[in-house]
């Protein structure tokens, strides 16, 4: 499997709960207007604290190790892995303000899910290692576009922004400082990664009641997973 594709997920989010998609803007194509060209939106100050775990049972971080390909060499040996999610809150979906939407001819979009948990692709990070005695203190941050995925089928961006309620055109920056204190003797190895939160929607001919297509999809950047390893030197 391609490193970039695969993805790991949390279990800190509320259920999934569907929202019913609700059109109200039924204007002629004349009067259309196109949403804003993509800019970035930084997204920081909606990020909170979501997820936090400490581990440092022995067969728990065994796994890890197993699970992560983690090397340890000579008498190293990892002590600690802390986990920290910090995201937005759940987004509700429908019709966003932006203004007039274009009118779909043939396409409708139904049965709208804001999906969780939150997830992350395992090969977009930023990573440091640190070594104690010391400390680190950085920033994170990532700018990345919306994912999308409609199966091929030339609904339009407005359109599905509408449906979603965000403007899938954007690019979304989120960021979170991190700092740490490192004791003499041990290893600080932090990777972080931007999170993503998926929003599924299912498309159908308007004409005909038939569905186009099943489970399209939007990933919008929603916040940061900071991971931290603790090693012994």
């Given at each position: 499997m391609n490193t970039q594709k695969k993805k790991r997920q949390f279990k800190y989010s509320?259920?999934?709960?569907?929202?019913?998609?609700?059109?109200?803007?039924?204007?002629?194509?004349?009067?259309?207007?196109?949403?804003?060209?993509?800019?970035?939106?930084?997204?920081?100050?909606?990020?909170?604290?979501?997820?936090?775990?400490?581990?440092?049972?022995?067969?728990?971080?065994?796994?890890?190790?197993?699970?992560?390909?983690?090397?340890?060499?000579?008498?190293?040996?990892?002590?600690?892995?802390?986990?920290?999610?910090?995201?937005?809150?759940?987004?509700?979906?429908?019709?966003?303000?932006?203004?007039?939407?274009?009118?779909?001819?043939?396409?409708e979009i139904k049965n709208v899910v804001v999906n969780s948990p939150d997830f992350y692709y395992t090969s977009d990070y930023e990573h440091d290692i640190t070594h104690g005695g010391g400390s680190v203190s950085k920033t994170y941050s990532f700018t990345r576009a919306v994912k999308t995925n409609f199966g091929g089928v030339s609904i339009g961006n407005s359109t599905v922004s509408s449906a979603v309620g965000y403007d899938i055109t954007n690019k979304y920056t989120v960021s979170k400082h991190f700092s740490a204190?490192?004791?003499?003797?041990k290893v600080l190895d932090v990777k972080a990664y931007p999170l993503y939160r998926r929003t599924t929607f299912d498309i159908y001919n308007k004409w005909n009641n038939t569905l186009v297509k099943q489970g399209a999809y939007t990933d919008k950047p929603v916040g940061v997973y900071i991971a931290q390893y603790t090693y012994s030197a």
């Open positions: 509320k259920a999934v709960k569907a929202i019913a998609v609700m059109f109200v803007v039924l204007f002629s194509l004349s009067s259309a207007v196109a949403v804003a060209q993509a800019k970035s939106v930084d997204v920081d100050t909606d990020i909170q604290l979501a997820y936090h775990e400490v581990i440092t049972d022995e067969d728990e971080l065994n796994r890890i190790v197993q699970e992560e390909g983690i090397i340890l060499s000579g008498t190293k040996r990892l002590e600690k892995v802390e986990k920290i999610v910090y995201a937005s809150k759940e987004e509700d979906t429908g019709a966003m303000n932006i203004g007039v939407v274009p009118y779909a001819i043939l396409y204190t490192i004791a003499e003797g």
